[in-house]
């Protein structure tokens, strides 16, 4: 079930490049009668996954923005968790304003369901960070996988003209099954 939920999400998402990565959903196919109308194949998540990777500009970071920002605006209510790199500390307070630069490297907000971990954390601490249902990532140049972020279903979104390791602008879905093997799915 969340399998058909992340293709139809996916069918659902326009990526556009212009400066900035903007991911945009559109409001009015999701209110027609369709499985992604309630959300309730992600509502019963207590955790998403949104991972941010490295990047000299402002792309990366404003696509895991506005996931966060999308995710929320369509109801889910269970807790998000981003994993960051340290260079985008900054620029993370102008796209999602609960982070603060001057604080801690990993900050949790128990009021907004939200916390940041670095990558470094992530990789280092592995049993506070256990395998869950479900992983985003708005954009990525590095290759990242469902077994990097610890998640058992992963949607990759690439910003068209962006191209990833298939040679293709795409997205991707990759699923970890019971065993542990990862398969992937790309659509153009």
């Known amino acids: 079930m969340l399998a058909i939920f992340m293709n139809n999400l996916r069918k659902k998402l326009i990526l556009t490049f212009s400066g900035l990565v903007v991911i945009i ?4 196919s999701l209110l027609q009668a369709s499985p992604l109308n309630d959300f309730s194949t992600i509502r019963h998540l207590p955790l998403i996954r949104i991972a941010i990777t490295s990047a000299p500009g402002n792309g990366h ?3 895991a923005a506005t996931v966060y920002t999308r995710l929320r605006q369509f109801g889910f209510s269970g807790h998000i968790e981003i994993i ?6 900054e620029k993370l307070p102008y796209l999602i304003p609960p982070f603060d630069s001057l604080g801690s ?8 369901k939200l916390s940041f971990v670095t990558w470094r954390e992530f990789k280092e601490n592995p ?6 249902d479900l992983g985003i990532m ?11 972020l610890r998640v ?13 390791s298939e040679g293709i602008s795409a997205h991707k879905i990759e699923f970890v099954s019971e065993d542990g093997k990862l398969t992937s799915e790309i659509f153009k």
């Open 84 to 89: 960051y790199p340290l260079d985008a500390k």
């Open 105 to 112: 490297d990993n900050q949790f907000f128990s009021e907004q």
């Open 152 to 164: 058992k279903r992963f949607l990759k979104l690439q910003p068209f003209g962006w191209l990833i």
């Open 127 to 132: 049993s506070k960070y256990p395998l869950t």
């Open 25 to 28: 959903l559109f409001f009015s």
């Open 61 to 63: 970071q404003s696509a």
């Open 138 to 148: 708005g954009a990525d140049d590095y290759n990242k996988t469902a077994l990097d």
